[in-house]
């Protein structure tokens, strides 16, 4: 991923996080920002509707929004005055009904594009 963001010229690099419920977005989001940070770079992130402002002197921000990403595009225009760069998709193939989001079909999510979809069939349900 983060070879990706050495070919975005327009900083800070935003990279939307997407998948369907349960499918370890947050984990993925949290790891991200712990690699970019360790890698050296600035780094702002979160579920999109949490962010409202970034730090001027981030390299990276990272939005974690549950499906589509014309919603992540809307955040990343908000926050920052431009589109999503690299667009992410989280998946758990070892979800065999998946839960969806009210209004979500299930094809919504996978008949969008994005630069890299990453399988992580060992995510779980998160308990309140």
């Keep these: 991923m983060f070879e990706l963001g050495k070919e975005i010229k327009s900083k800070p690099v935003i990279v939307s ?4 419920a349960n499918s370890g977005k947050t984990h993925v989001l949290r ?5 970019a940070h360790k890698m050296g770079f600035a780094v702002s992130g979160g579920q999109c509707e949490d962010l409202w402002a970034y730090e001027k002197s981030s390299d990276y921000i990272f939005v974690e929004d549950a499906v589509y990403t014309e919603q992540a595009e809307n955040c990343a225009r908000r926050i920052a005055g431009k589109g999503v760069d690299i667009r992410v998709l989280i998946h758990n193939s ?11 079909i299930l094809t919504d999510l996978y008949n969008e ?3 890299l979809i990453i399988d992580n069939p060992n995510s779980q349900v998160k308990r309140l």
Excluded: D, S, T
């Design 113 to 115: 594009k994005y630069n």
């Design 17 to 20: 996080i997407h998948g369907q």
């Design 31 to 35: 790891v991200l920002i712990n690699k």
């Design 94 to 104: 070892q979800i065999k009904e998946p839960v969806l989001y009210p209004g979500l």
